[in-house]
């Protein structure tokens, strides 16, 4: 999974560090579940990373060196066309009307 085109949202791309998103695309490249869920907290210069899936079950924390740590909760999801990266409670949602696949209004793709 997540072998598709890649894209976050503008709220991913403005709050949260570059080089937390290169580690939470790293964390979800080789899982096997379509949701990965990461909630991300400060511990000092560090960014705590805990990093969950429903099926098979996973969890697993990382600590990793920034400069300005956030507090966020960020999903990847994987529809089979597309890779998102979002921040739900700061996006307004949309669905398609063939699938009913929820999509971010405004993308950024990834590059």
Not at 13 to 21: C, D, G, H, N, R
Not at 33 to 51: A, N
Request: charged share 25%; hydrophobic share 40%.
């Amino acid at each position: 999974m997540f072998r598709n085109p890649r894209y976050l949202t503008k709220g991913v791309s403005e709050t949260i560090p570059v080089l937390i998103q290169l580690c939470l695309w790293d964390y979800a490249a080789d899982m096997d579940d379509y949701l990965q869920v990461f909630e991300l907290s400060p511990d000092g210069k560090k960014q705590m990373i805990i990093h969950k899936q429903e099926q098979p079950e996973y969890r697993r924390e990382y600590l990793v060196p920034c400069s300005e740590p956030v507090t966020a909760r960020v999903y990847i999801i994987d529809d089979e066309t597309h890779v998102l990266l979002v921040v739900f409670a700061k996006v307004i949602l949309v669905t398609t009307a063939d699938k009913g696949i929820i999509f971010p209004i405004s993308l950024v793709t990834y590059r």
